[in-house]
Structure formats: structure tokens, C-alpha cells
């Protein structure tokens, strides 16, 4: 069964695109993604933005770390980081995250109906090392603190409220978060190279002030079932949370995180693998793994921020690598989507499509200067299936 079969028909939502998992009840595991031709044709010759991109699509510049945001007075903060996109009337926001310690945070750029940008604000301050995080079905913004015994801070992408620290998310290095609207859970990720997998439940449903902090357990294989277990002690001191659990399953440096239609994927950059739980059976797969690729160069590597599209396509962002946005799609191929040049030593950050999907939107952190105040938020429209 293709993963494709299993979701056709299921449609964007504001939390998520909705995609299914490769694994059909009863039956065996799916081969991991292999290479193959990308549902868009070949890369094109770089733009005049240096971007590589498939014939029909084209890219412009967002905005520019330490300059102001066109048509506003603000600022674009330094080393953009995750992101995501939120419903604004007929317009929308993006929200991008800031991942410099210790005057990190995150902040948002308004677009009216057009695309046309009409402001620019932040809405996180004076926080450390803001790297990925995740979008609620409330329209809140998830900014996670990729340090030791880091915090989520849950942001309001509109500014009218102040961010409010989430203790009870749990005291570790933070990578990424995802919603999961059916269990009621936030699902996280932890930026260790024996960290492990979380999941948050709010004791009310959006209310994230009050919870049990969850660890996955399961075996060694990269394969299998998997349970969950209560972290005894979520502020992580003087035990981490990651050795509080025996059992609890070691991943190689946690990143990006995404869910749909019961199915969560994460990165492990450590290992250049993408995971997928299947959360209807409680069993858990490799969705890509660059060493499992014969033959030749492997097309993604150094996975790092991950998204999803309403047709079931993931989108997947280059830390290094040759800087590339790759795509798994639902019948398990895996080929570049776009290629940022001229940029070794930067990486990409914060893929996350627009509400209706025609938009996508990403940073080239560090950009051509190599530093974190030459960050570049990028958009590419185009014919995206959906």
C-alpha cells in the first residue's frame, strides 16, 4: 500500500498538512525513501537570488538579517531559524525563529491577500538559542531553546500577547515541536546525540501550563513497537531527562519534527535519517536513511527542519549538505526540490508553506557572508501540487 493510497482525500488543516503513514495494518515495513525523479523535473540554472528551482517556479528575498524588512521599520533579526506560517484574515504570517544566544527570540512578517508584505514585528525576546519549534491548532508558536535544561517559549504570532515560558514541557536541549490534535499531545525533539523523543500532554487541551512529560521506549532496531513512559522529573536537574527512563530510546541528535494524520516524522541529524511513528499501531520505521541509498552520492544530507505539503509531500532542509531542500513524497521518493548557491557555509532553516499552500518560505541562515547577521528568509512560489 502506498503511502499515497492511504491518504488521498485528506485535505490541509490549520495545525498541519495532512499526510499518512507508509506502514498499512498487518503489514511489513516500508523500504526506506529511495532516489528517483522529483515530481517538479530537474533544477534549473541558479536565479538572480542564486536559487536552483524546478522550471515554473521562481523565488524572491524576504527579508535580510540586520536590515529593515521592506515597507516596515523593523529590523530582521539575526540567524533565522525555524518557522511557520498562520492565517491572518485574508493575508497570513510568518514566524522565524532567532538562534543566537543570549539575545535570541523569534519574529513574525505580515503579508496581505497579494503576498505584499504590510509589517514586521517580534514577538520573542532575550532568549537563548532559538532554534526549531511548532505550530499549535490554537495559533500559537512553539520557540524552543536548543541549550542544556532549555525552555519552550509559547509565543502569540500576532503580538498582542506576551510569550509565556512553558516549564512543564520539560528542562532539556529543545529542538523542534508538533501538535498532534487527535491525542491531544505535543510531540518534541531533543538535540543530543543520545537524546531521546517526547511527547507533552496538557492536563487541559490548549493550556500548556500544566502536563505529563512522556518518553518513548523501545529497542535498539530501527524498526519496531514502542511505548511511553513518564519522565519522573521534567525540570531535568540534577538527572537529565533523557537518563531518567530505562529503556527509553536513544536518538542521534533530534531536529525537525512534523505531524500528520496520525503520523510524526523527525530528523536525526547525526545519523541523516528521517523517522516516522505510526501512532495508530505504536510502531515506528525509518522513513529515509542516507546509508541505506546504493550507489552514488545519497540526495539529502544533514536533515534538519522538516514540513509537510496538503498533497502528502515532506520537505526536508539541508544543515550543510550542498544546501538543498529535498522531498520525500508518498510513494517513497526522495529528490532535491531546490538548491541554494554560493552559500557552503550557511544552512537552511524554517521551511513552511503558506496557508494555501502555493507559497513556500525558508532561511538560508548564516546566507553569503557566512556569519549569523547575513541570514536571508527567501519565498518560492509555483505550481506546488496539491
Known amino acids: 500500500m502506498e503511502r499515497r493510497n492511504f491518504l488521498r482525500g485528506a485535505v490541509i488543516g490549520s495545525s498541519a498538512a495532512a499526510f499518512g503513514g507508509t506502514l498499512m495494518h498487518g503489514a511489513a515495513y516500508a523500504a ?73 527570540g523569534a519574529s513574525a512578517v505580515k503579508f496581505n491577500s497579494s503576498g ?70 505535543i510531540y518534541l525533539t531533543e538535540d543530543e546525540t543520545n537524546g531521546c523523543f517526547y511527547r507533552f500532554i496538557p492536563t487541559t487541551w490548549g493550556n500548556l501550563s500544566s ?60 545519523d541523516n535519517r528521517v523517522w516516522q511513528l505510526n501512532l495508530a499501531t505504536s510502531t515506528y520505521e525509518l522513513a529515509y536513511d542516507d546509508s541505506l541509498v546504493p550507489g552514488g552520492a545519497a540526495p539529502l544530507t544533514g536533515v534538519d527542519n522538516v514540513t509537510g505539503s496538503s498533497y502528502g509531500d515532506l520537505y526536508i532542509a539541508e544543515d550543510g549538505g550542498n544546501m538543498e531542500i529535498c522531498l520525500i513524497t508518498p510513494d517513497d521518493v526522495v529528490a532535491p526540490f531546490l538548491r541554494i548557491t554560493g552559500q557552503s557555509s550557511s544552512e537552511i532553516t524554517g521551511p513552511a508553506f503558506s496557508p494555501d499552500g502555493t507559497r513556500l518560505y525558508f532561511s538560508s541562515q548564516r546566507g553569503t557572508s557566512g556569519s549569523s547577521t547575513g541570514g536571508i528568509t527567501y519565498e518560492v512560489t509555483g505550481p506546488f501540487r496539491t
Open 32 to 104: 526506506p525513501a529511495q532516489p528517483g525523479a522529483g515530481p517538479y523535473g530537474a533544477l534549473g540554472a541558479a536565479d538572480a537570488n542564486g536559487i536552483m528551482l524546478p522550471s515554473g517556479f521562481s523565488s524572491r528575498v524576504i527579508a535580510r538579517s540586520s536590515q529593515t524588512v521592506s515597507g516596515t521599520s523593523y529590523t530582521w533579526h539575526s540567524a533565522p531559524d525555524g518557522g511557520a506560517c498562520f492565517v491572518d484574515g485574508t493575508g497570513w504570517i510568518y514566524v522565524s525563529n532567532s538562534e543566537i544566544n543570549p539575545s535570541g
Open 116 to 185: 505584499t508584505i504590510t509589517g514586521a514585528y517580534r514577538i520573542l525576546s532575550n532568549t537563548r538559542q532559538n532554534c526549531a519549534g511548532g505550530k499549535t491548532p490554537w495559533n500559537t508558536w512553539l520557540s524552543c531553546e536548543e541549550v542544556s535544561l532549555g525552555f519552550v517559549y509559547e509565543t502569540d504570532p500576532y503580538g498582542v500577547n506576551a510569550a509565556v515560558q512553558r516549564p512543564a514541557m520539560g528542562k532539556f536541549k529543545h529542538e523542534a515541536a508538533a501538535a498532534d490534535p487527535v491525542r491531544q499531545v
Open 211 to 270: 502536563g505529563t512529560l512522556q518518553v518513548l521506549k523501545a529497542g535498539t532496531a530501527t524498526s519496531g513497537s514502542f511505548t511511553w513512559q513518564n519522565v519522573p522529573d521534567p525540570d531535568g536537574s540534577p538527572t537529565a531527562t533523557r537518563s531518567q527512563v530505562s529503556g527509553s530510546k536513544k536518538f542521534n541528535g533530534g531536529e525537525g519534527c512534523h505531524y500528520a494524520n496520525d503520523t510524526v516524522w523527525f530528523t536525526t541529524k547525526g
